[in-house]
């Protein structure tokens, strides 16, 4: 059974940077892929990065793309790394894991009916 905790969410103003931190308990190989999704209020979730952890490659969505990075460390933690936000970044911020080989090992296009384990979210407010 995978865990995850979130944390590293708060208030930061626009142009400013955050770092978002998820710890993952339970076996290594049961986390194939990891992600980041959010979700502002009156909104549907949305992918922001994921992480094949195997091959550490790394894949963003468009909105976010040069300016977050993730990456992880000691196969048990992963990072979001957020620069240059701003107010549309607003969002509650969940770390996901999934445990079963993506079909031709790409983590990348991934939705969150695609990841099996899921932390409780941090928040994330960017002011104007």
């Known amino acids: 059974q995978v865990q995850l905790a979130e944390s590293g969410g708060g208030l930061v103003e626009t142009g400013g940077r955050r770092t978002l931190s998820c710890a993952a308990s339970?076996?290594?190989?049961?986390?194939?892929?990891m992600g980041w999704f959010r979700q502002a209020p009156g909104k549907e979730r949305e992918a922001v990065a994921h992480i094949n952890t195997g091959r550490n490659s790394t894949y963003y969505a468009d909105s976010v793309q040069g300016r977050f990075a993730i990456s992880q460390a000691n196969a048990k933690n992963v990072y979001l790394q957020m620069n240059s936000l701003k107010p549309a970044d607003t969002a509650k911020y969940y770390c996901a894991a999934r445990s079963w080989a993506p079909y031709g090992g790409s983590c990348g296009g991934l939705g969150e009916y695609d990841y099996n384990y899921w932390g409780q979210g941090t928040q994330v407010t960017v002011s104007s």
């Open positions: 339970g076996p290594t190989d049961s986390r194939k892929c």
